[in-house]
């Protein structure tokens, strides 16, 4: 089972001479130096890649034609390399996630095989966490929650689907919380796995659950940042550039210094203590954005036909 913490376990393969030029210890493995290309064109690359549903080929060409020549194969090391470091220089910026929780799983081929992925949507359709499993069983759905319970806390409510062992795992890990099962109550997370799947789809298919993980987890990465569920690029002058200047501010923070990841393949807790949002500012880890509530998520945010009320 892979899950969003193993995403530093990355099968790099052997390194091309026109990609590297320099080893480095694993402190500083994360950092841009004895790379041959500049950091603004390898978080370009990066960027365009989890952001939009673009191939390694398609990237390599938006490239060529401002007079960038790189391989394929580089930018898919930028995309595997990069996106974990870029995830956790981010997260003293997260916003806090709400107490209503949607959980479900989806399905995505990685070599050919049926793998499972878990996620989770809170109320304001902030992409929780996820997880990719080989199996769908009782000890994936344990996994998961653990994990996300660690990161964000207990929630009020959870909304999954009829399946045996998310019943299971809510009533021992999260009793106290209002579970609800009821048909089309999950609409939320299933809408919002379209997102998922559409960014997937122009790809030729995932080779490996490591690399997959790294996909996946980036992509939700960058939904966040789009919705407005990170302190970063909150300066840009229209929404549509927040995304590339929350990359710029990341950039300075994974450059120069980088911290050296856990060597398990499970991701140490965050000592939110002495970890500093890169835009500077004080983030709230206590109260959800209620009023960073952006128009592009109007949508997901109705009311869902078919779906109970519930108490806020």
Not at 13 to 40: C, I, K, L, Q, T
Not at 63 to 72: F, K, N, S, W, Y
Not at 245 to 269: K, M, S, W
Not at 276 to 286: F, H, K, L
Request: with cysteine; charged share 25%; net charge positive.
């Amino acid at each position: 089972m892979i899950s969003i913490g193993t995403v530093a376990l990355m099968d790099r393969g052997p390194s091309s001479e026109g990609d590297r030029v320099n080893h480095h210890s694993p402190a500083e493995s994360a950092s841009f130096a004895g790379y041959r290309f500049p950091p603004e064109v390898i978080l370009l690359a990066v960027r365009w890649y989890l952001r939009y549903g673009l191939s390694y080929r398609d990237v390599e060409e938006l490239l060529a034609e401002r007079g960038i020549d790189v391989d394929h194969v580089t930018v898919y090391r930028w995309v595997q390399r990069f996106t974990p470091p870029l995830i956790d220089a981010a997260r003293p910026c997260r916003h806090a996630v709400g107490d209503r929780w949607f959980v479900d799983e989806t399905y995505v081929k990685v070599n050919g095989v049926w793998r499972y992925v878990y996620r989770a949507v809170d109320q304001y359709g902030q992409i929780i966490d996820v997880y990719v499993s080989k199996r769908r069983n009782i000890a994936a759905a344990t996994h998961f929650f653990e994990t996300a319970l660690a990161g964000h806390g207990r929630p009020a409510e959870v909304t999954t689907i009829l399946a045996a062992p998310l019943l299971r795992v809510v009533d021992e890990l999260i009793p106290e919380a209002l579970h609800d099962t009821e048909q089309y109550a999950n609409n939320r997370i299933e809408r919002d796995h379209g997102r998922l799947k559409a960014r997937l789809r122009p790809m030729r298919g995932l080779l490996t659950d490591r690399t997959a993980s790294v996909v996946i987890s980036g992509h939700a990465f960058v939904q966040n940042l789009r919705r407005g569920h990170y302190e970063l690029g909150m300066e840009a002058d229209r929404k549509h550039l927040r995304l590339a200047a929350a990359f710029d501010e990341l950039a300075a923070v994974i450059g120069p210094n980088p911290e050296p990841r856990p060597p398990t393949g499970r991701t140490a807790p965050a000592d939110r203590s002495t970890q500093r949002c890169p835009s500077g500012t004080n983030t709230s880890w206590a109260t959800p954005p209620h009023w960073k509530l952006q128009s592009d998520q109007q949508d997901s945010l109705a009311p869902l036909t078919g779906t109970r009320a519930r108490a806020a």
